[in-house]
């Protein structure tokens, strides 16, 4: 990572498990230079954008995108919901009755889905923020959704969550396994401890700049590092 984005978070990866119609686990790993999503019309490429938005935004600010796959096999309802990625809905048509009837992948016992995200802020601090939901029935609304979330220090991989979901989403015994995890039950909770983690670390980064910079720009110039043009040639070294 640049001095330019030395202490700003950037993505460098994305896990989701049985996110809509990504079924099972997948890893994406993203360059810091940036990435770019192709496909054709219900490929997926909205469905990650999603992903990531649970992970990193209040519920309130999530506005999942029109599921273009799904309307284009004749749906009549566009718009995408938390239970619709959790049980992996396709496709809506209507039945013997003129009724309109969802198609899920996981639609018929209890079910989980997770997203993780990884930021590295390119001075040291890595972060790997978990989103978990799950049904522990065959509900398929809202109301029955389950939450959990996560913070790890580095690298997380949701499959490490396998054994959580095969002991009946013990949530209670995978927090006493792993004690140093963060771990939240409410996404306010996880919103405000992950704000001040990538605060602090911000605040870390910056206060680590100039005292490493400082020194060698005092030396090329022939001055004292306290010298007021060696902050003001830091700044402008920093904007490159």
Do not use: C
Not at 208 to 236: C, F, K, N
């Amino acid at each position: 990572m640049t001095r330019k984005h030395l202490g700003q978070y950037r993505l460098t990866r994305l896990q989701v498990v049985n996110w809509g119609t990504f079924d099972g686990y997948k890893d994406f790993p993203i360059d810091e230079r940036g990435v770019i999503l192709t496909g054709p019309s219900g490929s997926g490429k909205s469905s990650l954008m999603d992903a990531h938005s649970v992970v990193l935004l209040p519920t309130y600010d999530q506005s999942f995108n029109a599921s273009a796959d799904m309307t284009a096999k004749g749906a009549k309802r566009a718009a995408r919901s938390m239970a619709d990625y959790v049980r992996g809905a396709w496709s809506v048509n209507d039945d013997e009755h003129q009724q309109s009837k969802v198609q899920y992948l996981r639609g018929d016992s209890a079910t989980w889905s997770a997203v993780a995200a990884t930021y590295d802020n390119g001075a040291g601090n890595v972060t790997t923020a978990v989103a978990v939901k799950w049904f522990p029935g065959s509900g398929t609304d809202g109301a029955s959704l389950k939450s959990w979330y996560q913070i790890h220090s580095g690298a997380f991989d949701l499959l490490d969550l396998q054994e959580w979901a095969t002991a009946g989403f013990d949530t209670r015994g995978w927090r006493a396994r792993h004690s140093g995890v963060e771990s939240f039950d409410t996404q306010a909770a996880y919103q405000d401890a992950l704000r001040r983690r990538v605060a602090e670390a911000r605040a870390a980064a910056a206060e680590g700049q100039e005292p490493a910079l400082a020194p060698l720009v005092a030396e090329a110039i022939g001055v004292s590092a306290t010298d007021p043009r060696v902050a003001a040639l830091v700044d402008e070294l920093d904007g490159f």
